[in-house]
């Protein structure tokens, strides 16, 4: 179990060492309204090698062990008003139209509830393009999704804040365990190439998440998610604050956490997300994400 009193401690500790701002009551109140995730579930917390005038810090956790709708938790506790606007209705179709099988939550530490999953099961990604509320951006890419044999996805996240959504995809094809392939994705989408230790590392990701606007055409922007369990093996390197953010960021775990770096590119620029495992236990909600099929209809 999660020390809620601590990680609430902890999550200001982390800020301070992100050089983040916090709000003490924004960030109680989301571990209030979701104390049952928390206290229970793997969390990590999250910060970005942004410029520190961008750069966020975020809490959240992912489980797949019982049933909640983290839409309706969120309206209820009033940490979000009811509105139709389409970063809650995505979240409201998912839950109306599938079995979500597991779901998490992001909280930011000054703006309070940012991002709600749902998770799926690992299915086809057809099931998300007929979808009413899903992005026509999502719909209007032709044929990169088979190209790229990005067929298979897992959650639906939205983020209530940007205006945006992200579809997980499982990268268990032989083509992603190439270089060439991340590569190729990144010069037809004309977003910054990562260096060739990031393409390689991206080589290893079980998953990337694709992020689409309501109000724009085209992907937003790519992220290739990998784990290291030892810092000592990045493939980049951090300024001396955010090195000694992901030396010393607090931990409920028994060891330093296991770090896993979100490689992103997008039409806006390229920068890497620093997600750090806070229950200790985080590895079980990724074995669970990439394992889990979605239910099969009876």
């Known amino acids: 179990m999660t020390d809620l009193n601590l990680m609430k401690s902890d999550i200001q500790k982390a800020a301070n060492l992100a050089s983040v701002p916090y709000d003490a009551g924004a960030i109680d109140d989301v571990l209030t309204a979701y104390e049952r995730g928390f206290t229970s579930q793997p969390s990590e917390l999250r910060t970005t090698n942004k410029p520190q005038s961008k750069r966020s810090l975020n809490f959240r956790y992912l489980q797949f062990e019982f049933s909640e709708n983290v839409l309706e938790i969120a309206i209820n506790a009033g940490l979000i008003e009811a509105d139709d606007s389409p970063a809650q209705q995505i979240i409201a179709e998912a839950y109306d139209r599938f079995p979500v099988i597991g779901s998490g939550i992001d909280g930011d530490t000054v703006k309070g509830l940012e991002k709600l999953w749902a998770c799926l099961g690992i299915g086809p990604l057809d099931r998300l393009l007929t979808m009413e509320t899903i992005p026509d951006a999502a719909k209007q890419v032709g044929d990169l999704y088979e190209r790229y044999h990005l067929t298979k996805t897992n959650i639906l996240g939205s983020d209530l804040t940007n205006d945006t959504m992200n579809i997980y995809f499982i990268t268990d094809h032989p083509e992603h365990r190439k270089a060439e392939t991340w590569r190729a994705l990144f010069e ?111």
Do not use: H
């Open 188 to 298: 037809e989408l004309d977003f910054t190439v990562p260096s060739d230790a990031v393409l390689e590392a991206c080589t290893g990701t079980p998953s990337i998440a694709m992020t689409f606007r309501w109000d724009q055409p085209g992907i937003e922007r790519v992220c290739c998610y990998v784990a290291y369990p030892q810092i000592t093996d990045l493939p980049v390197q951090f300024d001396a604050d955010l090195t000694a953010y992901l030396e010393t960021v607090p931990t409920q775990g028994d060891t330093r956490p296991l770090a896993i770096l979100g490689f992103t590119s997008g039409r806006n620029g390229s920068y890497t997300k620093l997600e750090t495992d806070y229950s200790g236990t985080i590895g079980l909600a990724f074995q669970n994400a990439v394992s889990l099929p979605m239910p099969v209809a009876l």
